[in-house]
């Protein structure tokens, strides 16, 4: 397999995705610029080589085409000023023939928003009245799937693939596109590389004892990742909103608490194959309980199993707190996708600090440590945790699924994995 690394792209016509679905205010400012950061080290490299660059991405869900509101050229200018260069702009990701043709070593060029056209997903638009029509729309969307992605593949001698956020899509511009190219002329860019071996580290190059930390909202969610690490890991924390489901499965009273009544018995079955599997489930004992969904809401501590009627836990109590951060520090790898409780609001940190830090002192005692998930991700940042912690993933959905253990269909179209 060819690598970004071992390539030198000069004079070559190098077509990249990535990931610059990054947010916009209502003027169109682009508020976090992480994902254009992220692909950066991989534009620099073939913009360096002198390779002519043709990058292309999604923004956003568009409805139609074109769709102003999600029109790439907003972010033309803050990539012309972070690869100190100028950028050039297609305005239809279909009819850049012309501009690639005039392309000179080390030209970037960018490609209006793939998703304007339905063919990027596959998904076609519209209103359905049933499911056979929907499926006849798609079935016959496949063909001009195929003539879109080779109108792409032919701009270029080279595909490189870095947008890890949308790996786990079979989309055009993420994986069927990669059939256009021989194994020596596709490759991962430089994220793709970290994301990978940073999963890798939690799914395979498992270092002893492993805790994972699952939380968030809901159980019934994370029910495949949960199922997947039970066969991996030593120590699984479940914390957030989720605790209050496994207390009524196992006779408590959670008050107001999220909980879901659906997937009682599933909590129950949690319980059992961790205890089958040898792994150490741990739940939150004590919870802080409010009596309004609110940051300004009364509050106390209670067991998390006897939460009085009117109350509801919004995060894990201190002797929860310092339950998980001795299980997190004996981890010498740890994975923590979700909050342990609502840390949007000030008042319901405390839990989501106490597991940051217990995560920062484990990775300084050498242990290796992987965030992921968007909220996990928030209250890393907010909390000044995102280097001193091993990796941060990019990849929301994406790093999920590869946590549920599936082969991410981007990741498949380079190596030729089943
Ligand atoms: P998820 O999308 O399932 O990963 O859940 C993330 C959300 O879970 C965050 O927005 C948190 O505010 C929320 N969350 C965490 N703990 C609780 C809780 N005890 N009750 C309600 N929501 C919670």
Redesign the pocket.
Known sequence: MATIDSTNFNGKKVIVRVDFNVPLDDNGNITDDTRMRGALPTLNKIHEDGGKLIIMSHMGRPKKNPDPKFSLKQIVPHLSELMGTEVQFADDCQKAQAQVAALKDGDVLVLENLRFYEEETGKPRGEFATDEEKAAAKKALKPKQQAFTKTLADYAEYYVNDAFGTAHRKHASTAIIADFFDKDHKMFGYLMEKEIAAVNKVMKDIKRPFVAIM????VS??IEIIENLLTKVDYLILT??M??TFMKAAGGTVGN??CENDFLDLADRIVKEAKEKGVELVLAEDSVVADAFSNDAHTQITPSKAIPDGW????IGPKSREKFAAVIKKGKTILWN???????MDNFTAGSRALGDAVVEATKNGAYSLIG?G?TVACVNKFGMADKVSYVSTGGGALLEAIEGKTLPGIAAITGEE
């Open positions: 939380g968030g909202s809901k969610t994370k957030g909103g605790t209050y608490s999220i509801e836990g919004l995060d979700g909050p342990a409780g609502v840390f949007e998930g909220d």
